[in-house]
């Protein structure tokens, strides 16, 4: 139950593109396809943004997008916006009916 | 509209026990599991429990497990974290969020609506 590995912090100018990787191991993001995003502002509840690695709620721009590869998510948020800034969190199933979060990640719209 | 609000935390010493609330509303809760996550002050979101909807099957992560349980009251729509023997380390803030719609993967939903949170400090 080892946490997933994302960077610290990203950044990006309003209006580009920025991807935050998640890389777990083939106990977790390697051996399904259940990887959740989720956006986190501060001193407020997470918001899943991404769900089942790509599919995203209603209500959640088209911006954001997931994929996967191996054993490695990422989200993309394109076309930045000032209220993308947030931490932003991977989480995959783990086998077992357990979970596994990332540390998170800081994004930064400089 | 969904609604989750935890409540039950508080300072607490090590060694002692505590048991979180969560009241749902907004969606038959009696055919959602249920999952726990909590947060350290300043870290990030750690997994810690999920029980099925019909409150049959339960499951921790190893640092909790043989100290916390999690159940439920389908006639209350309320979700339980029994918290004993707690530790320093348990310090965080503890939200519970909804899980799978009966029916679908189990895997699926690590929390598509969550509460905001009850602050739970182990301090001596």
């Known amino acids: 139950q080892s946490a997933l590995t994302q960077p610290r912090s990203v950044s990006g100018s309003p209006g580009q593109s920025v991807t935050i990787s998640c890389t777990g191991t083939?106990?977790?993001?390697?051996?399904?396809?259940?990887v959740s995003w989720f956006q986190q502002h501060p001193g407020k509840a997470p918001k899943v943004m991404i769900y089942?690695?790509?599919k995203r709620p209603s209500g959640v721009p088209d911006r954001f997008s997931g994929s996967k590869s191996g054993s490695t998510a990422s989200l993309t948020i394109s076309g930045l916006q000032a209220e993308d800034e947030a931490d932003y969190y991977c989480?995959?199933?783990?086998?077992?009916?357990?979970?596994?979060f990332g540390g998170g990640t800081k994004l930064t719209v400089l | 509209q969904v609604q989750l609000v935890e409540s039950g935390g508080g300072v607490v010493q090590p060694g002692t026990s505590l048991t979180l609330s969560c009241a749902a509303s907004?969606?038959?809760?009696?055919?959602?599991?249920m999952h726990w996550v909590r947060q350290a002050p300043g870290k990030g979101l750690e997994w810690v429990a999920v029980?099925?909807?019909?409150?049959?099957?339960?499951y921790y992560v190893d640092s909790v497990k043989g100290r916390f349980t999690i159940s439920r009251d389908n006639s209350k729509n309320t979700l339980y974290l029994q918290m004993n023997s707690l530790r320093a380390e348990d310090t965080a803030v503890y939200y519970c969020?909804?899980?799978?719609?009966?029916?679908?993967?189990?895997?699926?939903?690590?929390?598509?609506?969550w509460g905001q949170g009850t602050l739970v400090t182990v301090s001596s």
């Open positions: 029980i099925w909807y019909d409150g049959i099957n339960r």
């Open positions: 907004g969606f038959t809760f009696s055919n959602y599991g």
């Open positions: 969020a909804r899980g799978w719609l009966r029916g679908i993967a189990v895997a699926s939903n690590a929390g598509d609506y």
């Open positions: 989480c995959s199933y783990a086998g077992s009916y357990t979970w596994v």
């Open positions: 089942d690695v790509s």
């Open positions: 083939s106990s977790d993001i390697g051996g399904y396809n259940y």
